[in-house]
């Protein structure tokens, strides 16, 4: 059964919305994910007398003029200026630019929050045109503890089908896998990459998306991929296929962690598909000691991802670190504890070459105290182990 809950980014947003700093908000995240749901539900409890409302996806030609007319409306009325779906209207970014310059010269107010669900399409805005005059939300996938309060999942359940809400209404039956792979994935790729980027071959690129979700959270070199997808490109293919899919927010390529930067972008990645649910969309069947194992690894792999810190892996022959967060000079260094057979040694020859590392285990003891808030767990296991 569905319960509403107001997931944390939004309560940061509506926090920075009322700060009222003079500065753009913008919401980016995944398709599917319940932002646009969550954004009119805040709307209704806390704007709705002044909040102007308007989604680019809904018209058919959402140009500059539309977008002008929009915020005339909003200016008017003394509203805030909500659009949902930024990217799909013509030179958003600029107009946006405009409007703010003119505010700030008039020393008007500009309250105006942006959504938008193509991460490569916005931050092109943003970094071209917007740069020192908005504030970045980011919206994830929905973790287990959201999962669980909104739809009842437990544990092996998110394990499986976790990630996009809109599909737990699926799980029990056979219609799940061909919802997520064509309601939820299908449309990702054909409007937030194909529709804006220039991909020779669209099948291709499918299927190499097919091949990299079953990879969770294991490192694989780019020319073993190449080989896989059966094409005569090259390893920047394969990097150009992989950035567009983090750009939709399907997966994330962690590099390996090294003091040397040349030896980090040369490294092969480490994949993360970006919810629980695309690794089981390649297996279809109940999970392995194995596969259950490196379920349980790419959902840690998800919580660091919201940090919104620097994280890598790290390897050196057969000695390995599940992952290594940075912030500043400050490094931990994180074991998943999966109940798959390996090496204990990882950490302590990590520690070795950087003694200032902190040594961090996470198991299904202590998963959900990590899950709550990852950042206050990593700083508190510091305190309390080193």
């Not at 917007?130 to 996938?141: D, E, I, K, V």
């Not at 939820?184 to 998306?209: C, H, M, W």
Request: net charge positive.
């Amino acid at each position: 059964m569905k319960k509403f809950i107001y997931l944390k980014y939004i309560k940061d947003l509506k926090d920075r919305i009322d700060s009222d700093n003079g500065l753009i908000q913008v919401l980016i995240g995944p398709r599917q994910v319940g932002k646009t749901t969550s954004v009119l539900r805040l709307i209704d409890d806390d704007y709705v007398q002044n909040a102007h409302y308007v989604s680019a996806d809904k018209v058919f030609n959402s140009d500059s003029s539309w977008l002008l007319e929009q915020w005339t409306k909003a200016q008017k009325e003394n509203k805030i200026l909500f659009v949902d779906e930024i990217q799909k209207c013509e030179n958003w970014a600029e107009i946006i630019k405009k409007i703010f310059d003119e505010c700030k010269r008039k020393k008007e107010k500009f309250k105006c929050v942006l959504l938008g669900s193509s991460s490569l399409e916005i931050q092109k805005g943003l970094t071209e045109s917007l740069t020192g005059r908005f504030q970045l939300t980011r919206a994830y996938h929905w973790n287990y503890q959201e999962s669980h309060a909104g739809y009842g999942l437990n544990f092996e359940e998110y394990l499986k089908f976790g990630g996009y809400p809109g599909s737990y209404l699926f799980k029990d039956s056979n219609e799940w896998a061909d919802y997520v792979k064509n309601s939820i994935v299908g449309t990702v790729i054909e409007k937030d990459i194909l529709q804006y980027q220039n991909v020779k071959s669209p099948a291709l690129f499918r299927q190499a998306f097919e091949i990299l979700i079953g990879y969770p959270a294991q490192e694989i070199s780019y020319t073993k991929l190449l080989g896989q997808i059966q094409d005569r490109g090259n390893v920047d293919l394969v990097k150009s296929y992989i950035r567009l899919f983090e750009g939709a927010f399907l997966i994330r390529a962690l590099e390996k962690f090294s003091s040397k930067t040349v030896k980090t972008k040369s490294s092969s990645p480490k994949i993360l598909p970006m919810a629980p649910c695309l690794y089981q969309l390649s297996i279809q069947a109940d999970y392995d000691s194995d596969e259950r194992g490196r379920a349980f690894e790419l959902l840690v792999g998800l919580q660091l991802v919201r940090t919104n810190e620097d994280l890598f892996y790290w390897r050196e022959s057969q000695a390995e670190v599940d992952y290594v967060l940075t912030r500043g000079r400050k490094i931990w260094a994180i074991e998943v504890k999966s109940g798959r057979s390996r090496s204990k040694k990882g950490l302590e020859i990590f520690k070795s070459k950087y003694p200032s590392a902190q040594l961090i285990i996470i198991d299904s003891k202590n998963y959900f105290e990590f899950e709550e808030n990852p950042m206050a767990f990593l700083e508190n296991w510091g305190n309390q182990k080193n």
